[in-house]
């Protein structure tokens, strides 16, 4: 008989299958976009409403390179560990929980950008790997800026604690986009 936690772990284990382990989680890169529309929001109109949304996604697929450049200092282990509690409990809650309610809360005004914010995880994890059984196009090139850019950054990606460099940026994003 299959117990409850066995089944838990073959649904994330079945998303992880498809998924690279270097990489932000969705939840960080819904609440960046959504930041990153929110202060569109104030500048003046300027521009044509499809230049700024055109700008808004732009700006969150680079932002999307940007938080996977970085992710090497947050928990981020190499592989999935399944057995491990803390590992299990932090991706049903922050990884899938989470990133669900906020694209439900935010979806009316902000799917599209949320859409945007996680394209080059949709374009290698879901349409190439999933759908055509094919390697990652984009996130190779995001190894390539990290290596070039930002080998400085301390490799925390087995270190537990680290899921808080994670969630200060969360936790500031999302309340800068509660008071803005
Ligand atoms: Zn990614």
Redesign the pocket.
């Known amino acids: 008989m299959i117990r409850n936690h066995d089944a838990a772990s073959s649904i994330l284990a079945i998303g992880f299958k498809f998924q ?1 382990m270097k ?2 989680q969705m939840s960080t ?1 819904f609440l960046i976009g959504i930041l990153i529309a929110k202060l569109f929001s104030y500048i003046p109109p300027t521009f044509p409403i499809a230049v700024t949304i055109i700008l808004i996604a732009v700006l969150a697929v680079i932002a ?1 390179y940007l938080l ?1 450049c970085i992710a090497i200092s947050t928990y981020h282990p190499y592989k999935a560990h399944w057995d491990d509690n803390f590992f299990k409990i932090f991706h049903i809650l922050y990884t899938y929980g989470l990133s669900v309610f906020i694209f439900i809360w935010f979806f009316k005004d902000y799917w599209w950008v949320m859409l945007f914010s ?1 394209l ?2 949709i374009i ?1 994890w879901y349409i190439l790997r999933l759908i055509f059984h094919k390697e990652a196009l ?2 190779p090139s ?1 190894d390539r800026v990290r290596d070039a850019l930002f080998s400085w950054l301390p490799d925390l990606k087995e270190k537990k604690w680290a899921i808080i460099n994670e969630f200060i940026l969360a936790g500031a994003s999302g309340i800068s986009i509660i008071l803005l």
């Open positions: 690279g990489q932000m890169h999307h996977d996680i080059p995880d290698d984009v996130h995001i």
